[in-house]
């Protein structure tokens, strides 16, 4: 199973270095957008190479426990969703806004109804993340929508 997945995984990070290969260069910049995910899509395949070699074998309790009920799989499809839905919007309104859709949306939809900690955790994130990418590390992020 280990060497299954681990296949999957290089063909997976192989197609997202590609992509991150592609990636907008941008100018007078010292470190570019496209450092981080090719540094995560390099990491991806080194670990894929360490579980394709693991010889651990998987006891019967260990695969009762991988069984996942269909309840569960319906929420795991609707944050693949949401995930999918901010990466959508990621470019269109920027990431300030899209974080906070998603981290409060999401964080509504798993059960957390602390009102006033989701939004100020959904606030507070991206905009640290996003002043810090931008002004700290100088690698930029979609602005959209915002005017900073």
Do not use: H
């Amino acid at each position: 199973m280990n060497q299954k997945i681990s296949v999957f995984l290089i063909l997976f990070a192989a197609g997202y270095l590609y992509l991150s290969y592609n990636l907008k260069k941008y100018p007078y910049v010292p470190v570019d957008s496209d450092l981080v995910p090719k540094v995560l899509g390099y990491l991806l395949i080194v670990l894929a190479i360490f579980l394709f070699f693991d010889k651990s074998s998987e006891t019967e309790e260990e695969k009762e426990k991988r069984q996942v009920p269909k309840k569960e799989i319906l929420v795991l499809l609707a944050v693949g969703g949401m995930i999918f839905f901010y990466i959508f919007l990621l470019e269109i309104i920027g990431f300030v806004l899209s974080s906070f859709l998603f981290i409060f949306g999401c964080s509504w939809f798993l059960g957390y109804r602390k009102l006033k900690t989701a939004i100020l955790v959904a606030v507070l994130f991206p905009l640290i993340m996003y002043l810090s990418f931008n002004y700290l590390l100088q690698i930029r992020l979609p602005q959209g929508l915002l005017p900073f």
